[in-house]
């Protein structure tokens, strides 16, 4: 079964997106507003079939060809429209709806989204750097951003941020495809959550294996060079928990003293056999 891209699913929403007969024609301007030279091509059955009917039932005149690349194993379909009167004037897009769906034909032509699992990016490459700056326009006057930029002689319009990406694509009609964007972020925040305390307990971990292992270090050079009775009383009850069993925490050192002492309490006593044991290294 062929794997179907996240644009392409974006795509297939927006075909079967219910809309009225005006939203239809505003879908209709957009698609033939984003044509290049009054022509489109794709490999997307749906997309094709989609926009054929709407721009004939707007009232467009089109040519539709479906031609098979044997070499390639697949079948393009091409939209050459023949009526350039349609395109000439922008429609009144002040409206949210009308603009959504404008904005829809004009994505379903030269959009592109990116696989979010990947990296978060949405583009409409038209190519025509006075219609990329329309565009952009329109797409401020209704309270979103775009950037503009250029690449392959054309020039585009790109979003990176995955909230305003999905805010783009709930306006044009694809919440569904909006959800699954914010699923997959959410699920990817998660894990570089999980990720990050992960790494930061092994990192811990690895720290406090260290420190363990040099507090019996210097334990046993202390015994080595002076005997186990040349540490204070409460020094040398703390070496032999320490020496007992390396694993130990602090905290439950601690609780095995008698009488208890607290972990930071612990720590100093262990810091001051590491002062001696330096101190009898000092002398050698």
Known sequence: ?????????????????????????????????????????????????????LLDSSGCKIKYEITPEKEKSRTSYAITLSDGNF??????????????????GVFLVCGFASD????????????????TRRLSEMIAEHGMSARVSSRRGGSFLYIKDSEKIADMLTFMGAMVMSMTLMNVKIYKELRNNINRTVNFEAANLDKTAAAAQKQTDDINFIISE?????????????????LE???????????????????????????????????LRGKE
């Open 226 to 242: 002076k005997g186990i009775g040349y540490l204070p009383d409460e020094l040398r009850d703390t070496a032999k928990l320490r």
């Open 87 to 104: 395109t000439r004037e922008l429609p009144d897009c002040s409206s949210d709806a009308h603009f959504g769906a404008f904005l829809r």
């Open 1 to 53: 079964m062929p794997c179907v891209s996240f644009c392409t699913d974006v795509k297939n929403e927006l075909c079967r997106n219910e809309q009225d007969d005006i939203q239809r024609s505003y879908t209709a301007k957009g698609a033939a507003f984003a044509m290049n030279g009054g022509v489109f091509q794709t490999g997307n059955r749906k997309t094709a079939e989609y926009l054929s009917r």
């Open 245 to 279: 069993s390396i694993e130990l925490s602090l905290t439950d050192i601690g609780k095995r003293l008698d009488p208890p002492v607290s972990r930071s309490g612990v720590f100093r006593r262990l810091k001051k056999i590491s002062r001696l044991a330096d101190e």
């Open 116 to 131: 979010p699992k990947k990296e978060y990016q949405l583009e409409f490459f038209l190519r025509d750097p006075e219609k």
